[in-house]
């Protein structure tokens, strides 16, 4: 099944750019931690970016959070802030064909 975690990072506008290498950077780290089995990057029209990231489990999500990686990772980013991030973890119940 899995858990589907959904971040929205509202950036100042000066720090769109910037924040967009760091996100594409990071995300291949993320893509090769243990429980991720999947990460989509999205942008929005005007300075919002949001990640979409599938993990094995509730564990190997939080392991990443906690990682050394997601913290200096998270301290580089959150000064580009215009407003908190957002995110939400979601467990799919049914699924489209």
């Not at 291949?28 to 991720?36: H, K, T």
């Not at 913290?71 to 489209?96: H, S």
């Amino acid at each position: 099944m899995g858990i589907w975690r959904w971040v929205e990072i509202p950036v100042a506008p000066e720090k769109e750019e910037e924040t967009h290498r760091l996100l594409l950077r990071q995300a291949s780290q993320v893509r090769s931690f243990p429980g991720c089995r999947s990460l989509a990057l999205y942008r929005s029209v005007g300075p919002n970016f949001y990640s979409l990231s599938l993990w094995e489990s509730e564990e190997a999500l939080e392991k990443y959070r906690s990682s050394r990686m997601f913290r200096d990772f998270w301290a580089q980013i959150k000064p580009f802030f215009r407003a908190p991030a957002k995110a939400m973890n979601l467990i799919l119940i049914e699924e489209c064909a």
